[in-house]
């Protein structure tokens, strides 16, 4: 069975930095694509970032580039998300998710963690 | 970007009756190399993550009813749910993955006349 288990959520001040983490089982990691969702309260979900297989590409949401820093460990069956420079309009739950096929749709998600910045 | 706009924002539906939503993007979603449209809806239920329904526009994910249904090509997009159940009360949102870049439409929240 799929299972993806985020961590490292919390609440943080603006300008301050988080590290989340996804912990996957269940299916061959390395084989696959993998991106962070976010969804503000109220709000729908918004693409943060994407890696691919083997963490040589890596694409970003326009208000995160320079900011959010995307990579994984397919030893550990795991990537991260690294959060600096954080502001409030970041708040947000967010999810980690598994595509089903390629660099496409996201078929598996975590329960997600939620990060809150504010002072 | 590409952009993603959904209608309606909401509906009301009587249960066993049919349910549109519409999604079109401000580009063609479909890549001429492989005539597949990388476009994806989701159904989420308060306090849930979203799931996945249906992938190139059209092929329903492993285990979703068959009352769903998606068509389109290019830019014009429908999710049909033919038959209304009570389950099927959420909210549905698009999604391309055309590009690098991807967009999600704003949601249409479907409940019960």
């Given at each position: 069975e799929v299972q993806l288990v985020e961590s490292g959520g919390g609440l943080v001040q603006p300008g301050g930095s988080l590290r989340l983490s996804c912990a996957a089982s269940g299916f061959i990691f390395n084989n696959f694509y993998m991106t962070w969702v976010r969804q503000a309260p109220g709000k729908g979900p918004e693409w943060v970032a994407n890696i691919n297989?083997?963490?040589?590409?890596?694409?970003?949401v326009d208000s995160v580039k320079g900011r959010f820093t995307i990579s994984r460990d397919n030893a550990k069956s795991s990537f991260f998300l690294q959060m600096n420079s954080l502001r409030a309009d970041d708040t947000a739950i967010y999810y980690c998710a598994k595509s089903v096929i390629g660099a496409g749709p996201m078929g598996y998600w975590g329960q997600g963690t939620l990060v809150s910045v504010s002072s | 970007d590409i952009v993603m706009t959904q209608s309606p924002d909401s509906l009301a539906v009587s249960l066993g009756e049919r349910a549109t939503i519409n999604c079109k993007?401000?580009?063609?979603v479909l890549y001429d190399s492989d005539n597949n449209?990388?476009?994806?809806?989701y159904q989420q239920k308060p306090g849930q993550p979203p799931k996945l329904l249906i992938y190139w526009a059209s092929i329903r994910e492993s285990g979703v009813p068959d009352r769903f249904s998606g068509s389109g090509s290019g830019t014009d997009f429908t999710l049909t749910i033919s038959s209304l159940?009570?389950?099927d009360v959420a909210v549905y949102f698009c999604q391309q993955y055309f590009?690098?870049?991807w967009?999600?439409?704003q949601g249409?929240?479907?409940e019960i006349k």
């Open positions: 297989e083997d963490g040589t590409e890596t694409y970003y | 993007s401000s580009q063609s449209n990388y476009l994806a809806w159940q009570a389950e590009n690098t870049q967009t999600f439409g249409t929240t479907v």
